[in-house]
């Protein structure tokens, strides 16, 4: 059976599990074995049970096998865990709280040994185990206090993070055969494409960007080059693959005949500009880079800031690292951080409504981060404001 995607508190028992965060002396099943973890076992990301490899003592008997994790003991019965084989290796039912007493069995007929482990959590545990599915962040009013320090310690991880991921999306963009100066600055040019086309458009622009990549003949101007990119984008008689763009539910700056021919004039002048600049100082490579882009194809000053930070600085890292040059990565990081960034008080409102202090300056770019891939997707257990305050 293919395995679904683990809702939040399906994760965060996982955790809890893998890293033992109960009271482990004492343990005793709901049919009264004592219980002795050995080794949690390996969690699984394939089909089949969480947790492989697991040794437990079950009344003074060792047992190698897998681990079962679920919040209600009743999962099993709706995960139809009773009609699989592959969950006939679980030495180990673990659940918060057992709703089945009794009634849960492998495929063999016999019975999984079942910990409930409600009882061993600490309270700021036990609380966030019980919690629903809200909005805002959860440790919001259900966790023990968190310093300051601790929140501003977890957003500059955050900050780093973000950096490295938006490296990350430029490196998939990358073809490594071929120049590294060819291929680095493809990879660039349909990052900007993507950052152009915003949510709706982002897959048509990265295909519009590889059709052009593709062409075998360019022209020299930057208007012939646009007029070649536009008849590329809407001119589908002409063209093997046509591209089904959103027109509709955006404002008129950001509709496709407005962002292909900013895009275009991005691509143009990336290419034209000798692969040398680049390796100038970041500053410096990107004044030279926009002051060379005619004014009426540049986008407005937020959009502009925007692909500076989220693709350019980020792929003159890349740059830095394919060369093996330390000081071009170091030089493009600290500019990154060196110069404003503007927080939306969406991003914001989240964390002050938690009560946290947010201060001004480069760390600040981290709360999009935060915000995004540990609060929003429940990643609480990666999060060092989860760790510090249960742990405290």
Partial sequence: MKRKKSRYKERLLQWIWEETEFTTTLLESDCGSMVEILDPGELNHGEGPDFLRSRIKIDGIELHGSVEIHRLASEWIAHKHQNEKNYDSVILHVVYENDKRGKVFRSDGTKPVTLSIKPYLSSPLNKLARLKETEGLLCKDNLMFIHQEAFEEQIRKATKEYFTYKVEEVLQKYEPRGLISESWKNAMIIQIYRNLGISANRDQMQQLAMQVIAEKTWPDSQNEFVDLVN?????????????????????????????????????????KLPFEVFLEDPAISWEMFTS???????????????????????????????????????????????????????????????????????????????????CKRRECHNCNLFKNAIRS
């Fill in 292 to 374: 060379s882009i005619d004014q009426e194809l540049i986008p407005g000053r937020n959009t502009l800031n925007l692909i500076k930070k989220t693709v350019f600085q980020p792929s003159i890292y890349l740059l830095g690292q394919l060369l093996f040059s330390t000081m071009l990565m170091d030089r493009s990081f600290e500019t990154w951080l060196e110069e404003p960034h503007q927080i939306p008080d969406m991003i914001k409102k989240p964390f002050l409504e938690a009560g946290f202090l947010i201060k001004n300056g480069a760390g600040s770019i981290g709360l999009a981060h935060q915000l995004k891939r540990y």
């Fill in 231 to 271: 008849e590329a984008a809407f001119n589908p008689k002409k063209r093997k693959f046509a591209i089904a763009w959103r027109q509709t539910g955006m404002r008129p700056a950001s509709r496709p005949v407005v962002r292909v021919a900013q895009a275009a004039a991005f691509h143009y002048h990336i290419r």
